[in-house]
T-cell receptor, first 113, second 115 residues
Framework: AQSVTQPDIHITVSEGASLELRCNYSYGATPYLFWYVQSPGQGLQLLLKYFSGDTLVQGIKGFEAEFKRSQSSFNLRKPSVHWSDAAEYFCAVGAYGAGKSTFGDGTTLTVKP | ETGVTQTPRHLVMGMTNKKSLKCEQHLGHNAMYWYKQSAKKPLELMFVYSLEERVENNSVPSRFSPECPNSSHLFLHLHTLQPEDSALYLC??????????????FGEGSRLTVL
């Protein structure tokens, strides 16, 4: 069975600082990997996804993520965080498409002025 | 309207009430989903519909009854709920269920409180 671990429940960074959110997955074959963001009172929005090919994927809002098979990781990064990035971030792994996605518990990001 | 729309946004009901949540997608997708999001718990997949047929039911109690009359609409009928059913219920759609392009498009959710 597939599983996702987001080790950090809560992260606080200063505005303008760099950000890395960790995601580790467990799946027997090549996974489909996603990062979603959820602002308070909103649904989830896809930031980026990895299916195959280049292991560094670019997403919306200046985010990127790198797939590392040897480490079973798919960490999300942003070079300079904006106050509007404060939200909850979910990593998800799919078996053969998003319909079967398993979500991590989420990481809450707080941005200090 | 565009995207995925859920109504109502907030619902308070007693344990003996019957209510329904509604979801409508304007994206021309073939698959629709119900997820439950509880505080301090991961997102739980409840139901998956593909071309109006239920393809997955993740051991959800029978007090939750889904209905998908067409590929654009999805309902979640609620009856005799328990206080632990209080949660944010999220509807999502994707182009296909289980396909490689299956990113999920979520609605804003219906916040349910059971008294």
């Amino acid at each position: 069975a597939q599983s996702v671990t987001q080790p950090d429940i809560h992260i606080t960074v200063s505005e303008g600082a760099s950000l890395e959110l960790r995601c580790n997955y467990s799946y027997g074959a090549t996974p489909y990997l996603f990062w979603y963001v959820q602002s308070p009172g909103q649904g989830l929005q896809l930031l980026l996804k990895y299916f195959s090919g280049d292991t560094l994927v670019q997403g919306i809002k200046g985010f990127e993520a790198e797939f590392k098979r040897s480490q079973s990781s798919f960490n999300l990064r942003k070079p300079s965080v904006h106050w509007s990035d404060a939200a909850e971030y979910f990593c998800a792994v799919g078996a053969y498409g998003a319909g079967k996605s398993t979500f991590g518990d989420g990481t809450t990001l707080t941005v200090k002025p | 309207e565009t995207g995925v729309t859920q109504t109502p946004r907030h619902l308070v009901m007693g344990m003996t009430n019957k209510k329904s949540l509604k979801c409508e997608q304007h994206l021309g997708h073939n698959a629709m989903y119900w997820y439950k999001q509880s505080a301090k718990k991961p997102l739980e997949l409840m139901f998956v519909y593909s071309l109006e047929e239920r393809v997955e039911n993740n051991s959800v109690p029978s007090r939750f009854s889904p209905e998908c009359p067409n590929s654009s609409h999805l309902f979640l009928h609620l009856h005799t709920l328990q206080p632990e059913d209080s949660a944010l219920y999220l509807c999502a759609s994707s182009q296909e269920a289980g396909g490689p392009n299956g990113e999920l498009f979520f609605g804003e959710g219906s916040r349910l409180t059971v008294l």
